[in-house]
Nanobody, 121 residues
């Protein structure tokens, strides 16, 4: 069964950078999507990458600042976050799509536990 584990969160000042990792227990044959949820807000999709890395999507709020990539040899998807803003503060989680492309429908049993990102001075 595919299980995902996030890491790399932490406390960073505005304008700083973090790189999140989403490591899969088995070769991730599906698209992988990053989500975030801030306190009191609904969960939102941040970025998605297809299984072959060709299709990539970003939320408008992170375009130009975040970069998603994947290393299938390491069963890992990365989210490089630059120029971080206080509004990026949230718990970031990854999940596997039901398809090899970014369909927007994730596997309910694939969610990781999440990693906290706090952007504050």
């Amino acid at each position: 069964q595919l299980q995902l584990e996030e890491s790399g969160g932490g406390l960073v000042q505005p304008g700083g950078s973090l790189r999140l990792s989403c490591r899969a227990s088995i070769v991730p044959l599906y698209a992988i999507e990053w989500f975030r949820q801030a306190p009191g807000k609904e969960r939102e999709s941040v970025s998605c990458i297809s299984s072959n890395g060709v299709e990539i999507t970003y939320a408008d709020s992170v375009k130009g600042r975040f970069t998603i990539s994947r290393d299938n040899a390491r069963n890992t998807v990365y989210l490089q976050m630059d120029s971080l803003e206080p509004e990026d503060t949230a718990v970031y989680s990854c999940a596997a799509d039901r398809e090899y492309f970014c369909s927007g429908s994730v596997r309910a049993d694939s969610w990781g536990q999440g990693t906290q990102v706090t952007v504050s001075s």
